[in-house]
Every structure is written in structure tokens, then in C-alpha cells.
């Protein structure tokens, strides 16, 4: 369980669990609820924000009740900068992705290959599909291709 301390109706302490000695009173953290109350500590509640790709988390404030302190985070919009970095980010992502299907694929293009010219034909394709991805405009639309043969799988 985690507490928060209030003063004179302020959050002075919050989100850690109980002291073991409080106000030269030892064992502090063994007291029952309601002593434990009297001294100013408030059972602590968090309630998680869920901001959207244009939004971020910009702070948090506290409700005080009777029995306990709800930290509630707080939303605000990003910058033109943020949205951008953010898109620049999942694209790199993207790319890494990308990247690495093309090196584990790389042994279907090689001349001593054990496939057939038709599969091999169809990884050509597969591989150019993977360097096709960056011709998307949204990072969120990608559509991965499908290795050959994996339809059915």
C-alpha cells in the first residue's frame, strides 16, 4: 500500500509506503488506519492519463479526500516539433524492421540458392515490397508484406 502525507490541505509527501518511525511514534507503518489518518497520512490512489499521438503528459495534480490522495496525471497538446520527432521516430523504427527482414532474407537472391526460380522469383518481389515501405506517407498505414509461402501458416 502507498500513502501520501498532507499538511495543512497540501501533498507534502506522496506515492511511498508508510514511515517506520513518524513523530517519534515507532512502528508507525503497524498503526491502524484511522491513527494513521489522524497524523495526516491518506492512502494514494494514481489514475494513468491516456493521451493520443497528438497529446502528452504534461503534469499531474492531486485530489485530496477524506480517505485518500488521487494523483490524476495531466494532458496537454504536443508541439508541431513533437508530433514530427515522433513521426521521424516510428519511420526509423520502420526502417530497423525493415532492415532486418531484408538481411534474413538475403540468402533467397544468392546464385547457389535452393529455391525454385518461380519462389526465388517471388522473394524478389517480397524484398522489393520491403524497400517499397518507406513510400507510404503515414507510418501508421504500413502494410507489412507476406514472406512467400506464409499465406496459409
Do not use: C
Not at 7 to 18: A, D
Not at 47 to 57: C, E, F, G, L, R
Not at 127 to 146: A, G, H, K, M, Y
Request: hydrophobic fraction near 30%.
Amino acid at each position: 500500500m502507498r500513502y501520501s502525507y498532507v499538511e495543512n490541505g497540501q501533498v507534502i509527501e506522496n506515492n511511498r509506503p508508510l514511515p517506520r518511525t513518524w513523530k517519534n511514534v515507532s512502528n508507525f507503518h503497524l498503526l491502524d488506519e484511522t491513527t494513521i489518518k489522524n497524523y495526516g497520512w491518506l492512502k494514494y490512489r494514481f489514475i494513468h492519463a491516456y493521451p493520443n499521438d497528438t497529446q502528452k503528459v504534461i503534469g499531474s495534480e492531486f485530489e485530496i479526500t477524506n480517505d485518500e490522495v488521487i494523483e490524476h496525471q495531466l494532458i496537454g497538446d504536443k508541439t508541431a516539433e513533437e508530433i514530427q520527432s515522433d513521426i521521424e521516430n516510428k519511420w526509423i523504427g520502420i526502417r530497423q524492421i525493415r532492415n532486418g527482414l531484408l538481411l534474413e532474407s538475403d540468402w533467397t537472391q544468392l546464385f547457389d540458392s535452393p529455391l525454385s526460380p518461380e519462389d526465388k522469383e517471388l522473394w524478389k518481389i517480397y524484398r522489393q515490397s520491403l524497400r517499397d515501405i518507406t513510400n507510404f506517407e503515414n507510418p501508421d498505414e504500413v502494410i507489412w508484406p507476406e514472406k512467400p509461402g506464409t499465406e496459409n501458416e
